[in-house]
């Protein structure tokens, strides 16, 4: 592992950037802010490296991040319905970041705040979070760790939770993959299998659940069969029309051994995802709208797209969905591996 510094923080506190390498040269970089993913370096077909996620080469760009680049989302990401919910019959009220809803649990999320660094090995970092009880606007003091590992074939990201009240817990990472490299253009020509044969519908472009799930068969929402990314984007679906492009939650199959496989069609980098949650937000990156990038580059929309494993977005307002509650006192373990190959 190679500590190095990144920069100092508005609030004026040294930042650093940790950098761990494996037999086959991968490369993962990772920062305190925000527990980000800055780089993954992965072979391609010619054994040369690409950076296969965006980001930005300076700290005080991620002290913005409009687009979440690479971040720990928490407490809870996606959307909530005017951020607001209950638990145990007492309202609790989030701020409204996304029109009249919460999006990444608002203006003060987790992407924004400094992690502490419990553990270093030779493979793996360990952040922590404490959260405290009304933080963002939710009960309960919510310590949260995220590791991230590099294995042999790639990275594993293991969140684990514990509250003191019953609250919500939902965190995701939010990082852009672009398996050509990450200033290669368009993700819209790699190939996808999303192994998810139902979705999670929007009521419109505020991208709330109507709350039903419904089967991707014969929709453009379809990709239980490859198919390129960009294949289906601009067909005139309500769904894509709303979302200007793919942002939806998939409901995973059960017992697969990897829920997507994706081949960059440039480095022919395959990237298989597994994760023990029920649920991934496939977004095709429809908002990067020209943002400027490592090494320069202004990335446009659709330069990247992101695999939010998750549980299903305004889940703690929906009977239909599986419940994101963490229970005082229990202890909850989530994780996503993304693993890395040459076809
Ligand atoms: C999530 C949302 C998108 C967008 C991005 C951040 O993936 O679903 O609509 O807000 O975050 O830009």
């Not at 409204?96 to 270093?120: A, D, F, M, Q």
């Not at 959260?131 to 684990?160: A, F, H, M, R, W």
């Not at 609250?167 to 290669?184: A, D, E, K, R, V």
């Not at 059960?254 to 960059?264: A, L, S, T, W």
Request: hydrophobic share 30%.
């Amino acid at each position: 592992m190679l500590k190095t510094t990144f920069g100092q923080s508005k609030t004026g506190e040294t930042i650093s950037l940790y950098s761990f390498e494996n037999a086959k040269q991968m490369k993962m970089v990772l920062t305190d802010f925000g527990a980000i993913l800055t780089q993954l370096w992965v072979p391609d077909k010619e054994g040369n490296l690409k950076d296969v996620v965006l980001g930005f080469d300076t700290l005080a760009e991620y002290e913005v991040n409009p687009t979440y680049f690479g971040a720990i989302i928490g407490r809870s990401c996606n959307r909530i319905e005017n951020g607001t919910f209950k638990i145990n019959d007492i309202s609790y009220q989030l701020k409204k970041n996304e029109g009249e809803n919460s999006l990444h649990s608002g203006p003060e999320g987790y992407h924004l705040r400094i992690w502490k660094v419990i553990e270093t090995t030779d493979n793996s970092i360990t952040f922590k979070l404490d959260s405290p009880n009304g933080d963002q606007g939710y009960p309960g003091q919510l310590t949260l760790e995220v590791t991230y590992q590099l294995t042999e074939t790639g990275i594993k990201i293991t969140y684990t939770g514990h509250t003191d009240q019953t609250t919500i817990f939902n965190p995701t990472n939010h990082t852009y993959f672009n398996l050509n490299g990450h200033s290669s253009g368009t993700v819209l020509e790699h190939k996808l299998e999303l192994k998810a044969q139902k979705f999670t519908p929007v009521i419109d472009s505020s991208s709330i659940p109507t709350g039903e799930i419904i089967a991707v068969k014969d929709t453009p929402m379809d990709f239980t069969t490859a198919k390129k990314v960009g294949v289906d984007i601009d067909s005139d679906y309500d769904q894509l029309n709303f979302t200007a492009g793919y942002d939806h939650n998939y409901i995973l199959d059960k017992n697969i051994d990897y829920f997507v496989k994706m081949v960059g069609d440039k480095t022919n980098i395959v990237m298989k995802a597994a994760t023990n949650l029920a649920g991934v937000q496939f977004y095709t990156g429809n908002f990067i709208d020209k943002l400027l990038g490592k090494e320069n580059k202004l990335y446009q929309n659709h330069e990247g797209l992101c695999l939010e494993t998750q549980f299903y977005p305004n889940s703690i307002n929906e009977t239909n969905f599986v419940s994101p509650i963490l229970e005082k006192d229990e202890i909850r373990i989530y994780w996503t591996t993304y693993d890395f190959s040459i076809e």
